[in-house]
């Protein structure tokens, strides 16, 4: 199934110059598959936000006060938007109804998002996506999460490697949990077997965000 995932990736985007992008919220056809002011306008687009959770915060408190207590494993979380429409449904569409080019658009505007915080230059980023249990990715026949990892590397040039984690028990569905419940639902429920010494990593997940950095 991947093998022919990866085909039918490779064959949409030779297909790519012949056919014009339509907006995947309001439908417009142009140069993108997600228009400037679509994505200007997601909801909660420049909201404060916790740098560990990504909720919404006030503008004076970052991190909020339950991250402040119980500091994650990594430096900050980065959100895209409020899973709220019409992001929600995008993504409702890409996970569960199979519609793997959804992935692109939300990948290229997460990596234009994080263009507005250029990291050091310095710096040696890896991008890598949360592993699906194997039953859910037999089921849904790609990683969702990767795939938006994939645009997201490919519009900011950094190296993707998947293999960076790996997942060592199942969990409930993410899309069932509010934030901090799916924090909480990751401890334990990942390892990365690659010694990460020296090096930056940005690991997306599927609701438009990136937990960044690990190692």
Do not use: M
Not at 30 to 41: D, R
């Amino acid at each position: 199934k991947a093998g022919t995932h990866r085909l039918l990736h490779a064959c949409a985007g030779a297909l790519d110059p012949w056919f014009p992008a339509a907006c995947v919220v309001c439908g417009a056809t142009g140069a993108a598959t997600l228009c400037a002011p679509c994505e200007t306008a997601l909801p909660g687009r420049n909201a404060p936000r916790c740098t560990g959770c990504g909720e919404r915060v006030p503008a004076s408190a970052a991190p909020c006060a339950a991250c402040a207590a119980n500091p994650p494993p990594f430096e900050r979380t980065h959100v895209l938007a409020d899973y709220a429409p019409p992001l929600d449904r995008v993504v409702h569409a890409l996970k569960f109804g199979r519609e793997a080019a959804l992935a692109r658009p939300l990948g290229e505007a997460l990596a234009r998002d994080l263009g507005r915080h250029p990291a050091p230059p310095d710096a040696r980023w890896l991008v890598t996506a949360i592993p699906l249990s194997l039953e859910r990715l037999a089921a849904r026949g790609f990683n969702q999460s990767l795939e938006i990892a994939r645009a997201l590397a490919r519009a900011q040039r950094l190296p993707l490697d998947h293999r960076l984690l790996v997942r060592t028990r199942a969990g409930a569905p993410a899309s069932t949990l509010p934030a901090r419940a799916r924090r909480e639902a990751l401890e334990g429920a990942l390892a990365a077997p690659v010694p990460l010494a020296d090096r930056a990593v940005l690991v997306v997940d599927a609701r438009g965000q990136v937990l960044g950095k690990l190692g």
